[in-house]
């Protein structure tokens, strides 16, 4: 199975580094010298990464047979992509790939069918599933263990807390719709 990894940024320096947004939670294991990963578009690659190094916070990385600022610069918004076991896990207890939530049905705790899991929205905030309601709505909802309660790859499900107003304002806008309105709201702080 292929992952991206993360995507190339502008060159730094003369000397063919570039600047790299990462999109994995293991960069030591996944971007690591000597590392080999596909591209996209598949033109630019295979790459193999020479070094690594974080200036600044960012990770900077050098691919071989990339010496300068020109070649770098050609590789912008390249995304790097890994070769992975589709049955590795993740290191952490409460982690899981991409691959693995696609697709999850998710409930309530009371069993409320919500929808299915059709995307993973990677915020620098947090994370969000995108959701495909039954009707073909869609709604998000971020991933923090305060609502999604439980995973459970085993059933292919994703349990959800929602606050008010996260998967319920479908209901507020077919009353509006109807004729009868939702409470009124009062948004200021």
């Known amino acids: 199975m292929q992952l991206v990894v993360a995507r190339i940024g502008r060159a730094h320096g003369i000397k063919g580094e570039v600047t790299v947004e990462v999109r994995t939670d293991e960069p030591e294991l996944r971007l690591a010298p000597g590392a080999v990963l596909a591209t996209?578009?598949?033109?630019?690659?295979?790459?193999t990464i020479e070094t690594g190094r974080v200036h600044s916070g960012r990770l900077l990385l050098r691919f071989a047979g990339v010496s300068d600022r020109n070649a770098a610069e050609a590789l912008r918004n390249?995304?790097?992509?890994?070769e992975v076991d589709p049955e590795e896990l993740p290191e952490g207890e409460d982690e899981y790939y991409d691959h693995q939530l696609i697709d999850l049905d998710v409930v309530t705790g009371d069993?409320?069918?919500?929808?299915?899991i059709t995307e993973i929205s990677h915020?620098?905030?947090?994370?969000?599933?995108?959701?495909?309601?039954p009707d073909g709505s869609e709604v998000m909802i971020p991933f923090v263990e305060e609502i999604v309660t439980e995973i459970d790859l085993k059933e292919q499900r994703a349990v959800i807390a929602p606050p008010p107003g996260l998967i319920d304002d479908?209901?507020?806008?077919?009353?509006?719709?109807?004729?009868h309105s939702a409470p009124p709201r009062d948004d200021r702080a």
């Open 111 to 116: 069993g409320t069918e919500v929808g299915r």
């Open 78 to 82: 390249t995304l790097l992509i890994a």
């Open 123 to 133: 915020l620098p905030s947090q994370d969000l599933f995108i959701v495909e309601r």
């Open 40 to 47: 996209d578009p598949a033109s630019a690659g295979p790459l």
């Open 170 to 179: 479908h209901a507020d806008r077919d009353e509006a719709a109807d004729g």
